[in-house]
């Protein structure tokens, strides 16, 4: 059985069906209202069918490429750019340090579904204190690389 408790919202799901109405049972001293088969949760698309369940944030993407002014850039194929060297003392003007981290907690988030993300975010999160054009620059091929993975040729670009 699968439980997670966030806040005051709580999810649980197994493929056993006598199990979740023993929980449920069990549960009944909380006020619970059930809303049948999870389709979203907290940034998170849930499809469930017999092969499985699949989970995508791929409409939460859109919401950070909307946000940062990136639904039609180039996309890019990978996170980062190969052989980058960034460095805390690195020259250039500095960013806005705010939207530089609104950012990086965006694309952290991202890593619960893609994990492809993850070292790219962790790099480009060490420079959130002063981040320079150079850091903001390697962050936003970032989110070239998630448009790619969001966005299809057939889409509109």
Do not use: H
């Not at 806040?7 to 493929?15: K, P, Q, S």
């Not at 003007?93 to 991202?110: E, G, P």
């Amino acid at each position: 059985m699968f439980i997670a408790l966030y806040v005051d919202d709580l999810i649980f799901t197994r493929n056993n069906v006598k199990l979740i109405e023993a929980f449920k049972e069990v549960m009944k001293e909380f006020e619970m209202t059930d809303l049948g088969l999870m389709k979203y949760f907290l940034g998170l698309d849930v499809i469930q069918g017999k092969d499985g369940i699949f989970v995508s944030q791929e409409r939460y993407a859109k919401v950070v490429l909307k946000k940062f002014k990136m639904t039609s850039c180039n996309s890019v194929s990978t996170p980062m750019e190969p052989g980058i060297k960034l460095s805390k003392y690195a020259d250039g003007d500095r960013v806005d340090a705010s939207k530089y981290r609104s950012l990086i907690r965006s694309l952290k988030y991202l890593t619960n579904t893609s994990p492809d993300l993850m070292l790219s975010v962790g790099i480009a999160s060490q420079y959130m204190e002063e981040p320079r054009y150079t850091q903001w620059k390697a962050l936003k091929r970032i989110l070239r690389y998630v448009r790619g993975t969001v966005y299809t040729r057939t889409d509109d670009y």
